[in-house]
């Protein structure tokens, strides 16, 4: 049965993503003491997009923009049979070596865990990095998993029923973060 879903709250707009941004490229640089040996892996679509632009806005802090890998984790996922027929498949673009690199791992919302879990399984086949950090603009918490991350843009208190949707200039033509609720 599908539901329509109505907007219960605007989060986030275009200047209060670009500040969280700002705020968590200056805590990858602090937390990693540089940039040095750091790698940016954002996982499609959306996580793509702000692994660009945090590696961009890294580069402004501390003067060294980190490669930036695309990671499409859909042959990884657990729940492959039930998402569609024939998923579609994007291409995973990591052109630099991962292995002793300390990797910052980048996605848009942060729910029970199995996308994460999905693209730490993709990223060991291309090597082994010094270590992964999480870095999700949103964590709208109820975990299946023990996964957590090490930079939060903003935590959200969502009930299931919600749904936090993240949408970005390069994918949907503006900025903005939204709580959707199902339509009773």
């Known amino acids: 049965m599908d539901y329509a879903m109505k907007e219960r709250a605007r989060i986030m ?13 200056h805590e990858i640089v602090e937390k990693n003491k540089g940039t040095q040996d750091i790698a940016i892996v954002g996982i499609c679509t959306r996580g793509a997009f702000l ?12 003067g060294v923009t980190p490669p ?12 492959l049979s039930s998402i569609a027929q024939q998923p579609v498949v994007h291409k995973t673009e990591i052109d630099f070596d991962i292995s002793d690199k300390k990797v910052v791992l980048v996605d848009d919302v942060l729910y029970t865990g199995r996308t994460v879990r999905a693209a730490l399984d993709e990223i060991i086949d291309f090597g082994r990095p010094q ?5 999700v603009l949103v964590d709208r918490g109820h975990r299946e998993l023990p996964i957590r991350a090490d930079y939060v843009g903003k935590n ?18 503006r900025d903005e973060v939204v709580v ?5």
């Open 156 to 173: 959200i208190p969502t009930s299931p029923k919600e749904t936090v949707e993240v949408r970005l200039e390069e994918s949907e033509g």
């Open 180 to 184: 959707l609720e199902k339509d009773a």
């Open 51 to 62: 692994a660009q632009r945090l590696a961009a806005l890294i580069g402004k802090v501390d």
């Open 68 to 79: 930036v890998g695309l990671l499409d984790i859909t042959l990884y996922r657990d729940d």
């Open 131 to 135: 270590f992964i950090q999480l870095a």
């Open 13 to 25: 707009d275009k200047a209060g993503l670009n500040r969280v941004l700002l705020r968590m490229a």
